[in-house]
């Protein structure tokens, strides 16, 4: 059984799809959600969940002090899970579900100005979508937005495309979580001064 770690939703149970998802586990999402924590990532963030599966990255989020979350999932049981488990945290305003394939998603200009993205593809998503939506959520990002890509261990690094800045990666287990800042122009926030 899946649960949110911390927060003002801690130990609330979540709905997990019967199958054609991974879920995030619970000691790589405190590790993960430690380190944002960390980086002062989380208070107000506006958060993209794409390849959302149960929504516990985008609700784990919410529930350590982003301001809102949209989960985004192709699959209809993923996205029936994502709503049951929004709606569960009795703050359904603080949350945008959709069904959508994640490069039209991305593709599909200014759904969004997120600070923080979590893209949690199944491991065998091909490498050539993810440029795609890589390259599509540029309209959809602020300047400096910080993107969290988990992929397996024995997955190459992805290929990151022009404005995106690799921070750093961890390894937790069999996942892999690669930290990533859009950075248009190549400037990050803290060149800025």
Avoid at 95 to 117: E, H
Wanted: a negative charge; aromatic letters at 8%.
């Amino acid at each position: 059984m899946t649960r949110i770690v911390a927060g003002n939703f801690r130990g609330r149970k979540l709905s997990v799809p019967a199958s054609g998802t991974r879920p995030t586990s619970e000691r790589v999402r405190e590790a993960l959600f430690s380190r944002l924590e960390t980086w002062d990532e989380l208070q107000d963030a506006k958060v993209l969940d794409l390849f959302a599966g149960s929504g516990a990255l985008g609700i784990e989020a919410v529930s350590r002090g982003a301001a809102q979350a949209t989960l985004v999932d192709f699959g209809a049981a993923a996205v029936t899970c994502c709503k049951a488990n929004v709606a569960a945290t009795g703050k359904p305003a603080q949350f945008q579900v959709l069904r959508a394939d994640a490069v039209k998603f991305a593709n599909n200009p200014g759904m969004g100005n997120y600070t923080l993205v979590f893209l949690d593809p199944p491991y065998d998503f091909p490498a050539k979508q993810m440029i795609q939506v890589l390259e599509g959520l540029r309209s959809h990002l602020v300047d400096n937005a910080l993107l969290v890509v988990e992929t397996s261990t024995r997955t190459a690094e992805p290929t990151w495309p022009a404005d995106y800045v690799l921070e750093s990666s961890r390894d937790w287990g069999e996942t892999r979580a690669w930290f990533v800042t859009y950075a248009p122009n190549g400037l990050l926030e803290d060149e800025e001064e």
